[in-house]
């Protein structure tokens, strides 16, 4: 019987690790972290940011929560198709040459959660 409930209570408990939900200054936060990082590519004016993403949409993470702290972030669009889930956002005005620009590309498992994720942000227009 023991043997039955651990992996049971187990699989429940990263469950609901992985349905937190977020504040809004949680969602803030990270917006704020990936525009503070460095563009470290000079070539490509593209910086990788998914160790920033997966710290507020780790790994397990419902596609519905995933959807949800996206979505509060109010800066760009949230994309579903299929088991991907796609964001990009806009922000600055490209012509002063300080336009950043955030895609996020989410793949989920069969049961709906993260299984990995792709994320960057694009130094856009560089005068």
Known sequence: ?????????????M???????????????MLDEIY????????TQRNEINGIVLKYLPIG?????????????????ANESGNTITYATHKGEGYKANRRD????????????????TSFIDKSNNL
């Open 36 to 43: 503070d990082a460095k563009i470290i590519y000079d070539r």
């Open 15 to 29: 469950a609901a690790c992985a349905q937190t939900t977020h504040t809004a200054s949680e969602r803030h936060a």
């Open 61 to 77: 993470t419902s596609k519905e929560t995933a959807l949800a702290f996206l979505g509060g972030l109010g800066e760009g669009e």
């Open 1 to 13: 019987m023991r043997r039955i409930i651990l992996p049971v209570f187990m699989t429940a408990a």
């Open 102 to 117: 955030i895609r996020v590309e989410i793949k989920l498992d069969s049961s709906g959660n993260i299984e990995s994720l």
